[in-house]
Nanobody, 116 residues
Framework: QVQFVESGGGLVQPGGSLRLSCKAS????????MNWYRQAPGNERELVAT????????NYADSVKGRFTISRDNDKNTVYLQMNSLKPEDTAVYYC?????????WGQGTQVTVSS
């Protein structure tokens, strides 16, 4: 079945960096647009970054532009999120999912906490 397994989160100081990974399975990864989302306590889940199937185009939420970079390795069925210059407001659980899979459940996510 379709699965998304996120990893790479942790506790980091403001200004620090983290690299998240999401291993996907159960569908033809290389033909799907992939997305990273995040959900902070008490907030709705929000779209953070998107990458097209071959990685030729990316898009970012205004709040992370210039700090986050989404990339993918289609040979490894994996999408990445490089997060630099992290801020306390980036604290959230981060999830990945393919576009068009609204009926598929979310992965467990990976917790990112930015705090001194």
């Amino acid at each position: 079945q379709v699965q998304f397994v996120e990893s790479g989160g942790g506790l980091v100081q403001p200004g620090g960096s983290l690299r998240l990974s999401c291993k996907a399975s159960g569908f033809p990864f290389s033909v799907y647009v992939m997305n990273w989302y995040r959900q902070a306590p008490g907030n709705e889940r929000e779209l953070v970054a998107t990458i097209t199937s071959r990685g030729g185009s990316t898009n970012y939420a205004d709040s992370v532009k210039g700090r986050f970079t989404i990339s993918r390795d289609n040979d490894k069925n994996t999408v990445y999120l490089q997060m630099n210059s992290l801020k306390p407001e980036d604290t959230a659980v981060y999830y990945c999912k393919a576009t068009g899979m609204d009926s598929v459940g979310w992965g467990q996510g990976t917790q990112v906490t930015v705090s001194s």
